[in-house]
C-alpha cells in the first residue's frame, strides 16, 4: 500500500478564504496545533530570555538593548515562514529536491572549511553572511540529513518491495550521512556530531533497519568517542569541558567558572523565580553565553521551577505529538522523518539544559526555539513544517 | 508477517517507535527531576550563593567620638582634612581605564602623574607599595592633605573628573590644650591588623582596611564607644564589579564622646612641674653615686580623693601623641619603642613599678595596730636596730627615743617598725613557723590596702606590683634557685653571698625581709596608682575607690548619657579612730615632719587647707633612691615619684606643692587667690551638652602652668631658709647618706630662686 492515492485530500469546493482555511478537512483543522502552539510559546518566552540576557550586554547588543530581541523575533517570524512554506510544499515534495538540499547543505558545511568561515567559541562552524548575519550550515545539515537518510531507506519499504530496509540501502544511508558529519567533526563542532549521530541512530530504529545495524552504529560511536579522546583530536577547551562536567568543583573561577555559575543561577530561581528581568545573576551577566548556549539558566532563575518546567513540558508536548505522529503516519518515509526531528529535539535539549544543570558535560548547543540564533532557529521551524506536513498528509481515516 | 497495520508498518518499526517515545520521556523526565533538585530542595543554598557572588559592601567610616576634659575641653578630636578620593569602580568604566582623568587630576594636586596612579592601583603580590590594599569599592584616598582652592577645581569641573571626589574627613588629633599632651592617658590608634578584620567581618560594625584601632590608654579601654558603628552599603554588582543597584545601605553612626575626669590645665601643670622636677634632680649631686641625679622617669597623679577621680595624670618621658595620626613613620615609631628614649609609652603612674620606701609605713601601722600595737603606746626609736649581727639603722642614724606610732610616721622612724616587724616576725614562728597559718598581719595588711593587685582603673595593662610575702617568696625561690645555686659562692662578693643566702633559704621569711618590708623596701613594687588609691582613701575614710578616668560616655547626638560612677574595691583593715590618728600624724608630716619644709614652713595655708603628706626615698640595688611623695588634702590625693631622682621632699617636693598652689590658687606667702584656683574643688558637673549634641567647653588658653607660675611671682615670700623640722629617712640599710641634708638645703634654695624667676 502507497500513499500517493491520498496525496491531495479534502479539497472542497471553493469557500472564503477565512472559512475555507477552517472549514472541515481544511488544511489548518488538520494541522497539529499543540506542536504549533508550543512552539510558538517556546519561541516567544525565549525572546523574553534573551532579551533578559542581553538588554545591559553593551558590548553585544550596540548600546541597543532590544537588539537581541528584535532579532530573535524576526528570526522567529522567518522560521515560521519557512515552515508555512515547508507546510504548502509538503515533506513529499520535499523528498524529490532532497538530492538538491542535500548537497547544498554539504556545500555550505564545506566552506566553512574555506576561509569563508569564521571562528566564534571554538568552533569553526560559522559563515559570515555580512551585515551582522551569520549562518551555522550544520544546523541545516541535520534537516538535510534527516530527509537523505529517510528518502534512501524508506524508498523500497514505501513502494512495497521489502519490509525493512536492506543491508545495502542502509549503508548507503550511513554514508550519505558520514561526509557531512566528517566535516562537521573536522570544525571542530562536536556538539553538532553528537546531535547528528543520534539522528542517524533515530533514523535507523525507525526505518526498522536489522538490529545488527542498530548495535553495530552504537558500538562503533562508543569507538569513535574513545578514538577522538585517545588520539587527542579534541581541543584543550572541550577536555577542559569534560573535566569541569567530571568535578563541578574544579577550577571554579576558569574551567568550571561557566557550568558553576549556571547552577548557581538556576538554583538560586527556586519555585518562582527572581522575576522577569530581576535575576542577579542575568543581571550581573555571570554567565556567559546566556543568550544562547545557557539561555535556560535565565529561565531557571528568573522564571524559577514553574518557568524552566513550562519548558521542559512545551518540548515534552512537541516531542510527544510528534511521535504520534510517526506513529500514525501511513508511510516509513514520513515515520522515518519525525523520527529523526524527535532524535534531534530530545537530544538537543536534553543536552542542553542538561549542561546547564550540571548532569551533561557542556556542548555548544542552542535550545530549540529557545536560545538566540537564526540558523537554528530556522531549521527547527522547518523541522515542524516538515511535521505538520506528514500530519496533514495523512489518511483521514487514521 | 501477514499482519501488516493499516499504517503499513511492521510490528518491529511500532515497537521501536515506542521505544523512542519512552526514551524522550524519560530524558524529559530527567531533567525535570535534576531541575526539582537544584532549585527546590538545594535552592536556599545556591540563592545564598548568587547574593554573595553579586553583592558587595561599602563601609563608610563612623566619626569617631572625642575624649574630652571635665569641663568639655576637647583633648582629642577630629580634624576635617581635605581628602580627594578615586573611585575604581567609575574609572574603570573609561576607555582607557581613567588614565586621562588621573593625569588631570595629577595636574590639579600637583602631583606626578605616575605617583596618582600607583596611589589607586590594588596591591597584589607583585605591586609593591604604593597601592591599595583596601575594598575596590572603596573610594581610594589619593591624598588627605589637598588645600581647598583644589578641592573647589575638582568639584566645580566634576564633570571634567568623574570618578573623583573632593570631600572633608575627619582625622584623629590630639588637641593638647594649653600644653597637657596627656599622652600616655590617651593612648594611640594604629591600623586595624588582617586577624581583626577577619574577626569583625561578620558582626554588625566590619572594620574598613583603612580603620584605625585605639591600642593604649583611653582609645583602648573606650574603643567600642568612641568607634561608634561604621555605615554598611551593599551594593549589587555584575561579573565585572560594575555597580548596578543599591541593595541596602545602613547609615553610619557616629562614636559616643568620652568626657573624662582629667582637668586639662591641672594636667598640664602636672606634666610641668615633673619634667621641671626632673629636671632639677639632674642639677642635683648624688653623695652615693658621686654623680649627679639621673632622673630618668616619673610620674604624678591627682586624684578626687573622695571619687577616685583622676583630675591629672603625668608620665615622663613622654611624646607626641599626634606622631601616631596619618600612620606613624618608621623613624618615630624606633624612636618611641627604643630604649634609648627610655619608653615613653609606658604610662608609668600605672605601669611603673618600684619599691615605696617610707610612704609604705601607713600600710605598716595600720599592721601594728591591727596586731594588738596600740597607736599611741611607747616605742624605742633608737639610731639602730641589730638582729643576728645584723645591724638596721635609723635614717642618719637619728634617734626620738620612745614616741608613738603617729610620731613614727612624722618624723619617719625606721626602727620603730623595725622592732614591731620582728617582734610579730618571731611571734609567727621565726625561719621555721610552727604548722598552721601564721598571722602575717605586715603583709596581710598590704593586700587588704589593695596592693599587689590592679586598682581597676579604667586604662589598659596596669600592672600589679608585689607583695613579697611567703607565698611569693616560695614561688620566687622556685623560679630562681638554680641559677642561685650556680653563682652563690659562701665567701664571694656581695652578689654572690647573697646568692648563696637566696640558694640556702630564699623560700623562707627571714627575719631581715619582714624588718625591710616593715618600710617599703626589699622587694615590695608599688604604683604610684596604687599609692594614690591608698592615700586616697585614709583621706576619704576608708574606702578604696577604683580609679577613673572616665567619667561620662555621651552619645554623638547628646542624648544618652551614661555617667561612670565610682566604685570601690574594697575598705581600709583600719578602724575609724585609728583612721583619725594616722590622719593626724600624716598632716603633722607637712606640719612638723618631714614635709613641713615644703608646707608649714613654706607658707602652706595649713589652716584652711589642711595638708596631709608622706615623703619615702626608696633604695633600689645598683641604682640611685627613687623619690616618692604622696599627699592628700579634703579634696585630692596627689602622688608623685621619680626614679633615681634622690629623695622623697627634696625631688618632688616642689612639684607637688606647685601642683597644690594651682589648684587652690595658693600664692607664695600662703594667701588663696580664688581667681588663681584652677579646681579648689573637684569639678562634679558634667560640661554643658546642647541640644544638638555639640558640648559647650570653656577655652584654654596659653600655658596654664607658667601663668600659674607667674601669678605666684611679686607675692610676699616666705622664709626660704627655714630649717626642716624633720629628716627625711630613706629606708634602707647600708648607707645612711649624711651628706643629704645639706643637699636637700641647697635644692630647695635653688628651687625657690626658680620660682622667682
Known sequence: MTGNSFSVSGYGPQRAGWTRLFARDSLARRLDWPILLSAIALSLIGSALVYSATRNRTELNEGDPYYFLIRHLLNTGIGFGLMIGTVWLGHRTLRTAVPILYGLSVFLVLLVLTPLGATINGAHAWIIIGGGFSLQPSEFVKVTIILGMAMLLAARVDAGDKQYPDHRTVLQALGLATVPILVVLLMPDLGSVMVMVIIVLGVLLASGASNRWIFGLIGVGVAGAIAVWQLGVLDEYQINRFAAFANPELDPAGVGYNTNQARIAIGSGGLTGSGLFHGSQTTGQFVPEQQTDFVFTVAGEELGFVGGGLIILLLGVVLWRACRIARETTELYGTVVAAGIIAWFAFQSFENIGMTLGIMPVAGLPLPFVSYGGSSMFAVWVAVGLLQSIRVQRPMSA | ?757
Request: hydrophobic share 30%.
Open chain 2, 1 to 757: 508477517m501477514t499482519n501488516i497495520p493499516e499504517t503499513g508498518r511492521t510490528p518491529r518499526v511500532q515497537i521501536r517507535l515506542v521505544v523512542i517515545q519512552i526514551l524522550v520521556l524519560s530524558l524529559l523526565g530527567t531533567l525535570g527531576g535534576r531541575l526539582w533538585y537544584l532549585q527546590i530542595r538545594e535552592g536556599d543554598a545556591y540563592a545564598r550563593e548568587a547574593s554573595g557572588n553579586h553583592v558587595q559592601q561599602v563601609v563608610e567610616p563612623a566619626v569617631r567620638g572625642s575624649i574630652l576634659d571635665a569641663r568639655g575641653v576637647p583633648i582629642a578630636d577630629n580634624e576635617t582634612r581635605l581628602v580627594v578620593s578615586a573611585s575604581r569602580t567609575e574609572l574603570l568604566k573609561m576607555a582607557d581605564d581613567g588614565e586621562a582623568v588621573l593625569t588631570k587630576l595629577a595636574g590639579v594636586l600637583g602631583m606626578k602623574p605616575k605617583e596618582v596612579m600607583d596611589k589607586v592601583r590594588l596591591c597584589d603580590a607583585q605591586t609593591p607599595q604604593p597601592c591599595w590594599n583596601g575594598s575596590p569599592y572603596q573610594p581610594i584616598p589619593v591624598t588627605d592633605e589637598a588645600t581647598p582652592r583644589q578641592a573647589l577645581q575638582i568639584r566645580e569641573r566634576a564633570e571634567d573628573f568623574p570618578g573623583i571626589t573632593a570631600e572633608p574627613q575627619a582625622v584623629r588629633r590630639y588637641t593638647s590644650p594649653g600644653g597637657a599632651n596627656t599622652a600616655q592617658v590617651l593612648g594611640y590608634l594604629s591600623p586595624v591588623t588582617d586577624e581583626e578584620i577577619t574577626k569583625a567581618q561578620d558582626t554588625d560594625s566590619p572594620y574598613l582596611r583603612s580603620d584605625q584601632v585605639g591600642r593604649s590608654g583611653l582609645e583602648r579601654e573606650y574603643d567600642k564607644q568612641l568607634r561608634g558603628k561604621a555605615g554598611v552599603t551593599r551594593y549589587e554588582v555584575d561579573n565585572l564589579g560594575r555597580v548596578i543597584g543599591e541593595a541596602e545601605a545602613d547609615p553610619a553612626q557616629p562614636g559616643d564622646n568620652l568626657v573624662t575626669s582629667i582637668d586639662a590645665r591641672v594636667q598640664r601643670v602636672a606634666e610641668y612641674e615633673l619634667n621641671e622636677a626632673m629636671k632639677a634632680a639632674r642639677k642635683q649631686y648624688d653623695d652615693n653615686t658621686g654623680e649627679n641625679y639621673k632622673a630618668d622617669s616619673g610620674s604624678v597623679v591627682v586624684m578626687e580623693a573622695k571619687t577616685g577621680r583622676v583630675v591629672a595624670m603625668a608620665s615622663n618621658p613622654t611624646y607626641d601623641p599626634n606622631a601616631w595620626v596619618g600612620g606613624i613613620s618608621a623613624g618615630d615609631y624606633a624612636q618611641l619603642t627604643g630604649k634609648d628614649s627610655n619608653y615613653p609609652l609606658l604610662n608609668r603612674a600605672i605601669q611603673g613599678q618600684s619599691a615605696p620606701g617610707s610612704i609604705f609605713k601607713v600600710v605598716s601601722t595600720a599592721a601594728a595596730v591591727e596586731a594588738g600595737y596600740p597607736f599611741n603606746g611607747n616605742y624605742d626609736c633608737s639610731s639602730s636596730y641589730s638582729v643576728g649581727g645584723q645591724v638596721f639603722q635609723n635614717f642618719e642614724s637619728q634617734s626620738y627615743g620612745p614616741i608613738d606610732l603617729g610620731r613614727a610616721l612624722e618624723v619617719s622612724c625606721d626602727t620603730v617598725f623595725y622592732r614591731l616587724a620582728h617582734s610579730e616576725w618571731q611571734k609567727d614562728g621565726g625561719i621555721n613557723p610552727e604548722k598552721g597559718e601564721p598571722n602575717d598581719y605586715f603583709y596581710q595588711a598590704a593586700h587588704d590596702f589593695g596592693l599587689g593587685a590592679e586598682t581597676g582603673i579604667d586604662l589598659p595593662n596596669e600592672v600589679t606590683g608585689r607583695v613579697p610575702d611567703r607565698e611569693w617568696k616560695q614561688s620566687y625561690w622556685e623560679a630562681n634557685k638554680d641559677a642561685w645555686c650556680k653563682t652563690g659562692k659562701k665567701d664571694g662578693s656581695y652578689v654572690e653571698k647573697i646568692a648563696y643566702e637566696n640558694c640556702l633559704e630564699g623560700n623562707k621569711m627571714r627575719a631581715g625581709d619582714e624588718i625591710n618590708y616593715s618600710i617599703g623596701q626589699g622587694d615590695t613594687l608599688v604604683t604610684p596608682i596604687q599609692m594614690a588609691t591608698v592615700y586616697g582613701a585614709i583621706a576619704n575614710g576608708g574606702t578604696l575607690y577604683d580609679p577613673t578616668v572616665g567619667k561620662a560616655i555621651v552619645s554623638a547626638d547628646g542624648k544618652n548619657v551614661s555617667e561612670i560612677e565610682p566604685t570601690s574595691h574594697g575598705k581600709l583593715p583600719v578602724s575609724k579612730k585609728t583612721l583619725a590618728e594616722m590622719d593626724e600624724a600624716l598632716a603633722g608630716v607637712a606640719t612638723r615632719g618631714t614635709a613641713a619644709w615644703r608646707f608649714a614652713q613654706d607658707g602652706w595655708p595649713q589652716e584652711e587647707i589642711p595638708m596631709h603628706a608622706k615623703t619615702g626615698t626608696a633604695e633600689v640595688y645598683g641604682k640611685q633612691t627613687t623619690s616618692w611623695f604622696a599627699t592628700y588634702t579634703e579634696d585630692y590625693t596627689v602622688v608623685m615619684n621619680i626614679s633615681q631622682g634622690g629623695t622623697g621632699s627634696g625631688a618632688s617636693g616642689p612639684a607637688v606643692r606647685n601642683i597644690y598652689d594651682a589648684l587652690y590658687g595658693v600664692s607664695d606667702d600662703g594667701e588663696i587667690n580664688p581667681e588663681n584656683a584652677l579646681l579648689p574643688t573637684p569639678q562634679k558637673s558634667l560640661p554643658k551638652i546642647k541640644t544638638d549634641g555639640s558640648i559647650t567647653a570653656p577655652k584654654v588658653k596659653g600655658d596654664p602652668a607658667k601663668e600659674q607660675r607667674a601669678s605666684q611671682q611679686g607675692e610676699a615670700e616666705s622664709e626660704p631658709t627655714q630649717q626642716p623640722a624633720a629628716v627625711q629617712t630613706p629606708a634602707a640599710v647600708q648607707t645612711p647618706a649624711t651628706g643629704n641634708r645639706d643637699t636637700r638645703r641647697a635644692r630647695r634654695g635653688s628651687s625657690r630662686r626658680r620660682r622667682r624667676t
